[in-house]
């Protein structure tokens, strides 16, 4: 059985948000589509192959006991004569993570098991919520100062809104600030109104991201890192057939399962070779063990 298509909506209350609860919303879902008839309702959940999950609740469907008969029960679904429970509600079910989603989790997953990332993290945010309240401050001071070519520096930078945030918005946030971090780094120290912030917790934040010398390897390292999961990731949603943001509408979109291996051997390997080169010379503002470990948590 193939059924291409949405489910039905339907809406569920916070009783209904643990698993057993969302078995019952899914397989509600499937008597609105296929009727009231156990056979079907069996069958329907006998083909169920795989499940892509964000590895929240969902997650656990595909192991969950079987709750057809329970569920056929509760809403007045007949069983027919000698019905017999299933081992699972969809035995042949396997969780299937969504292809934006594991990269996603890589990027997390590579950057959270660093000691160095959290304080990183924290420095970011600062310096973005620096230019995001700021930058037209900035600006017009460099604009009346005569220095209008480092002004438009700076007014060329796109940053995403923290409303958006989340893994893969990490590679746009710091391939934007390092185009301009140097720049911003050389300038800071002349802007006047730097003297007339309200909130001392922000300028020392970011005095002391300004003042790290690790941070510009750690900004380099996590760039090149979100470009590569970035890139992986980004050609996932494509198709073999048309050239990238060529003909958004093709039917064939995200369709690469059969060549996801070969590209993704190809581009690891890659990958692992350029970070293998790595020397201190690479990153001058850290210890020898922070390009060791870059090289290693690259390979992981």
């Not at 909506?9 to 899914?26: D, E, H, T």
């Not at 569920?71 to 019905?83: E, N, Q, R």
């Not at 692992?272 to 063990?289: Q, T």
Request: with cysteine; charged share 20%.
């Amino acid at each position: 059985m193939l059924f291409k298509g949405l489910f039905p909506l339907v809406s569920i209350g916070r009783p209904m948000l643990k698993v057993v609860g969302k078995c019952f919303s899914l397989l509600w879902q499937i008597y609105l589509m296929v009727g009231p008839h156990y056979k079907l309702l069996e069958e329907f959940t006998s083909c169920v192959v795989s499940m892509t999950v964000d590895f929240g609740t969902e997650k656990s469907l595909p192991g969950i006991a079987d709750l057809l008969p329970s569920f056929c029960l509760y809403i007045g679904v007949p069983l027919p004569k000698g019905c017999r429970k299933r081992t699972k509600t969809f035995p042949r079910a396997i969780v299937a993570p969504g292809w934006h989603h594991t990269w996603d989790g890589l990027v997390r997953r590579g950057l959270t098991s660093t000691e160095w990332f959290p304080v990183f993290l924290r420095q970011v945010k600062g310096v973005l919520s620096f230019f995001r309240h700021h930058l037209p401050e900035m600006e017009d001071e460099l604009v009346r100062k005569g220095h209008r070519m480092v002004a438009q520096i700076f007014k060329s930078i796109e940053l995403e809104n923290f409303a958006k945030w989340r893994w893969n918005t990490l590679k746009k946030v710091v391939c934007e600030l390092v185009k301009v971090y140097a720049t911003f780094k050389v300038w800071y120290p002349t802007f006047e109104f730097v003297a007339g912030l309200r909130d001392a917790s922000e300028a020392q934040l970011l005095k002391d991201t300004l003042a790290s010398k690790s941070f510009v390897d750690q900004l380099k390292y996590t760039c090149w890192l979100t470009s590569w999961m970035g890139d992986i990731d980004k050609w996932g949603g494509g198709c073999p057939c048309c050239a990238p943001g060529e003909n958004p509408d093709c039917r064939f979109k995200g369709r690469r399962l059969m060549e996801a291996f070969s590209h993704l051997e190809c581009e690891c390997n890659a990958a692992i070779l350029e970070a293998e080169s790595w020397g201190p010379s690479d990153f001058p503002g850290s210890p020898p063990d922070f390009v060791h470990s870059c090289v290693g948590q690259s390979a992981v």
